[in-house]
């Protein structure tokens, strides 16, 4: 009986931290630090909210990166808070190229807490790397 209750408690706190809509960057491979992310999105619509793990004081870049194609799309970023991400109710702003056509790329070098992109036109991929 305990070890059931100790399973069920690890599933519920897995649960409730994998939301739809929330998803956690990638760990690259042991031979490659950081982490990455790329998810494909369809036509006026918004992907997940991508958390990010606090960026190291070594001067770690975010590098993001949209192939759009014929259509358009850009970036999202948030500086609010974990919880507030992971609930799902944090504040985005759009980085500062907004929208764009075709591929194009930028490097954060400030802390964000979040990531997110945006479909203006036509289905774009986004690649974060860091």
Do not use: H
């Amino acid at each position: 009986m305990k070890r059931s209750c100790i399973t069920l408690i690890l599933l519920l706190v897995f649960v409730g931290f994998a939301q739809a809509g929330v998803v956690e960057m990638t760990k690259r491979d042991s031979n490659t630090p950081g982490y990455f992310y790329t998810e494909t999105i369809a036509t006026g619509a918004t992907g997940d909210d991508v958390r990010v793990y606090p960026m190291g004081m070594d001067g770690t870049r975010i590098t993001c990166l949209i192939i759009a194609g014929a259509g358009s799309g850009k970036f999202q970023f948030t500086t609010s808070s974990d919880a507030d991400v992971a609930a799902q109710t944090a504040t985005w702003s759009d980085w500062p190229k907004g929208a764009v056509t075709g591929t194009d790329w930028d490097a954060l070098t400030s802390q964000v807490t979040g990531l997110r992109g945006v479909s203006t036109s036509g289905e774009i991929v986004i690649e974060i790397v860091y």
